[in-house]
Structures are given as structure tokens and as C-alpha cells.
């Protein structure tokens, strides 16, 4: 089960306890600030059944008949998706042997070089799509699907195309849905009361995960125990109270930058993840902990002069996973010209494990406080628990800080500019004012 443990912190939880049981209460009976956008607060037990067996079959289908499947979406509608496939699969599952279709993400941004190579590394194979998107117009996907869609097109025609498209999508509104509709295409649904980057466990992360070859019913499974743990209230028995408590604690004493570490590779795009979760929740009305990550022991080389002497207003998460899967020791070298014999016969987790308690220490001996998040090993099962737990702990932190956790008004900023550069019709004449500032 996952712990947290605060030891390495100077953070003072308990008066939190009082806001904490407001905030719990605003989570568990939808009547906070946002309260329209808490449905992945029960979904692990209440999501709708029906279509969970239609994604499993969907996912079957195209293993049956693709070689490649394009996700199109862009922030909380592929970066869970994401996040879940390289933790439990890899960050290398496109280039390993496997029965299951490689998975490109797409729509993720504007780069023309970044779609041109997609298409080449598909080639002539066999492809699908699944795109991705809550209102249906977001710019980035939707170009991408224009592009996909024309290619399945040409390769399938018009019908085939149509069978090989999946569109994740609101149940009754928006450009993308009413294309779905027209066209016929399998349609998946993103609940209204479910913001992006809390919709990992419902079509939105699924479709792709199960493609990818995961045990659904455990990561499921995994979200709905912490779901359960994450009912009952108080700062004993409550992973997401303490670590809420806590990072809002050492904000209050002063802290501006949280980085969450993990010593795993393919933990990376995990804390791609936990960064939109909480940098959408929190940052807003001028406030919020800036959610950063590293790698370790890699970024020990590139950022760890940083985090250990520079300016001290960082708290660092550790996410310790459990024991690898592989078993891999040192071996022994009679030349011994790098010294590392006395290492011989360990193994990788032991001396993972001595790196882990080192770099701990010296940080803390550095006035970076860590909170540390035992997660148990990698599996399904213990990633549906930390995808829960952070999910849960997000809210209460929002609500703790004040904030409305389930909005995002400051992402619209660079929409308006961007059309109205792109000459959008109905933004002529913010378009005309730009160009002046840009002096165009
Ligand atoms: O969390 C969010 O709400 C955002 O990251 C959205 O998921 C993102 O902007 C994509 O929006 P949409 O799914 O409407 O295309």
C-alpha cells in the first residue's frame, strides 16, 4: 500500500486538519469551488461499465489490425495515457519486440517535423487512430487529425478510414462529436464532470493503455483501493491529507518550486503527467508550489548542483518504487581498473537503493526538505494507486491554497493571440493590434 513519509521534511500537517476536513468534505459531496468538475472523484467504482467492455474490444480490434496506433490529443488528453504506457511498458515500448501495436502521440503541439516523422516511422503499415478531445476544437489536435484522417483516407478510403478512427470526445457537443457522428466513427466518452487532467482513468487514458497490452481491471483496481483509502478521513490514515498538508505547509514557510524525483526512467512522462495535474490546479490568482521534475540518478549530474546549493526555496517528492523486476548484479572484473569491485556480485536495486538514501540526505543537509512516496513495484495495479492518490491530494491542495482547482482561465491567453495572429475570423481586430506589437 502506498506510504507517505514526511520524515525528511520540517512540515507541520496537523494544523491542516480542520481545512483538510473542509476540503475532503467539498471533494466527497461536490460542494467546493469547481464541484461541476469532481466526477473522477468516484469514478474508479461508478465508471460506466458498458463502454469499459467496448474499449476492451476496441483495443483488441486494433491489435488485430494495426501495426501502429496515432493518439492524437494535447495535455490532459494524451499525457495520462502517456504517463501510464511508458511507466508499466516502457519508455522504449516502440522500439521493443511485441505483440501489440507500436503508439505514436501526435497533436501534441505544432511542429511539422515532428508529424512528417510519424508518417515515416509508420510507413505502409497498418495504422489507427484515436483522437482526443474534450471540446473538439482544440487547434493542435485537430490540425494533427486533419492530416491522419486524409491519410487513412487515401489508404483505406473513405468508409475503411472510418473504421480504423476512435474519437474520444464530450457525449453530445462539439465540432469533434458531431464529425463522429456523421462519419460513424466509434465514439468514446469524456464525462462533462471530468476535466482533462483528471480523465486518465476514463476513455481518455484507456483506450490507449489497454491498446498497449495493460491489465485494465488491475490499474482499475489499484485507483478504486486508494479511492477507498482516500475516503476516510484524517491525517493518520490518509496518504493524500498528509501529502496536501505538507506541501502546502513548506509553501507557507516559503517554498516556491516543487520537483518531483523519481530514480526511474520510464517514470519520466509520469511526472509530465503530475506536473499539468498540479500546475493547472494550483497555479492560478498568483499563487501555487511551480511543479518541476528530474530524473535520477541522471539529472543528479546535470540539475543536482542546482538543487543541493542553489537558491533554497525548493521542496523536492521522491517516489520510490519497490523492487525491479530484473535482477541484475555487478559482475566481477579481474583488471578492476575503475575500482568497483568491492560492488561485484550486488545488485542494481541495493546500489539504486545506498544512491536513493545519499542523495536524501545530502539534500536535506542542503535545506531541501523531501517528501517521500513509497509506491510499491511497478505494476498495474500500484499505478492505478498513485494516479488516485495524486488525483486526490491535488484537490484537497487546491482547495487548502485556496484556489478553484478545477479551472484553467490562463490557458485561453495564448489562444486568442494565437488565432488572432493566425487571422481567425471574428479576431481581426485583436490580430491588426498584435502585429503592431510585434511590429509586423
Ligand atoms: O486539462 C485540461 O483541461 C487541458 O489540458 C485539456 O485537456 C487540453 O487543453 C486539451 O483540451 P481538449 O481535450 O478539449 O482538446
Known amino acids: 500500500m502506498l506510504q507517505v513519509n514526511l520524515s525528511s521534511s520540517s512540515a507541520r500537517v496537523e494544523p491542516f486538519a480542520e481545512s483538510l476536513a473542509q476540503a475532503h468534505t467539498w471533494l466527497q459531496e461536490a460542494t467546493g469551488r469547481g464541484s461541476d468538475f469532481v466526477g473522477w472523484v ?111 483516407e487515401e489508404k483505406y478510403g473513405k468508409a475503411g478510414a472510418a473504421e480504423r478512427i476512435y474519437a474520444t470526445t464530450d457525449k453530445a457537443r462539439g465540432a469533434l462529436k458531431s464529425l463522429a457522428n456523421a462519419e460513424g466513427y466509434d465514439s468514446y466518452v469524456v464525462p462533462d464532470n471530468v476535466g482533462g487532467r483528471f480523465s486518465v482513468l476514463t476513455a481518455v487514458g484507456l483506450l490507449p493503455i489497454a491498446v498497449a497490452g495493460i491489465d485494465l481491471d488491475e490499474l482499475m483496481r489499484g485507483a478504486a483501493d486508494m479511492m477507498e483509502t482516500c475516503r476516510r478521513p484524517g491525517l493518520e490514515s490518509n496518504p493524500a491529507w498528509q501529502y496536501a498538508a505538507a506541501r502546502n505547509d513548506l509553501y507557507g514557510q516559503g517554498k516556491k518550486v516543487e520537483i518531483l524525483a523519481a530514480y526511474e526512467p520510464r517514470a519520466r512522462f509520469f511526472a ?57 548484479c555487478v559482475p566481477h572484473d579481474d583488471a578492476d581498473g575503475d575500482g568497483l569491485n568491492f560492488l561485484a556480485g550486488k545488485d542494481m536495486d541495493f546500489i539504486a537503493t545506498q544512491a536513493m538514501d545519499g542523495t536524501l540526505l545530502a539534500h536535506v543537509e542542503g535545506g531541501v526538505p523531501n517528501l517521500i512516496i513509497h509506491a510499491g513495484e511497478i505494476n498495474a495495479y500500484t499505478c492505478g494507486e498513485l494516479i488516485y492518490f495524486f488525483e486526490y491530494a491535488c484537490g484537497l491542495s487546491g482547495y487548502l491554497l485556496g484556489v478553484n482547482p478545477f479551472d484553467q482561465p490562463g490557458v485561453e491567453a495564448y489562444k486568442k493571440n494565437m488565432f488572432a495572429l493566425l487571422g481567425k475570423p471574428g479576431y481581426e481586430d485583436m490580430g491588426a493590434a498584435l502585429r503592431a506589437k510585434l511590429g509586423r
Open 42 to 152: 468516484n469514478l474508479p467504482r461508478d465508471y460506466d461499465k458498458a463502454e469499459y467492455a467496448r474499449i476492451q474490444a476496441a483495443a483488441r480490434k486494433i491489435q488485430s489490425d494495426s501495426k501502429a496506433l496515432v493518439v492524437i490529443g494535447i495535455g490532459g488528453s494524451y499525457l495520462g495515457a502517456r504517463a501510464v504506457i511508458e511507466l508499466l511498458e516502457s519508455n522504449n515500448y516502440n522500439l521493443r519486440k511485441k505483440n501489440t501495436p507500436n503508439i505514436y502521440f501526435a497533436g501534441n503541439g505544432l511542429s511539422g517535423d515532428a508529424m512528417q516523422e510519424i508518417f515515416d516511422l509508420i510507413g505502409d503499415d497498418d495504422f489507427s487512430v484515436n483522437v482526443i478531445s474534450k471540446s473538439g476544437t482544440t487547434t493542435e489536435p485537430a490540425v494533427a487529425f486533419r492530416f491522419f484522417k486524409a491519410r487513412l
Open 272 to 328: 509530465e503527467w503530475w506536473k499539468q495535474l498540479y500546475g493547472e490546479s494550483e497555479g492560478k490568482e498568483g499563487k501555487g508550489l511551480l511543479p518541476a521534475s528530474v530524473e535520477f540518478t541522471a539529472d543528479l549530474h546535470s540539475m543536482g548542483q542546482y538543487i543541493q546549493q542553489g537558491e533554497r526555496t525548493m521542496i523536492e517528492t521522491v517516489i520510490r518504487f519497490g523492487k525491479s523486476a530484473s535482477h541484475l
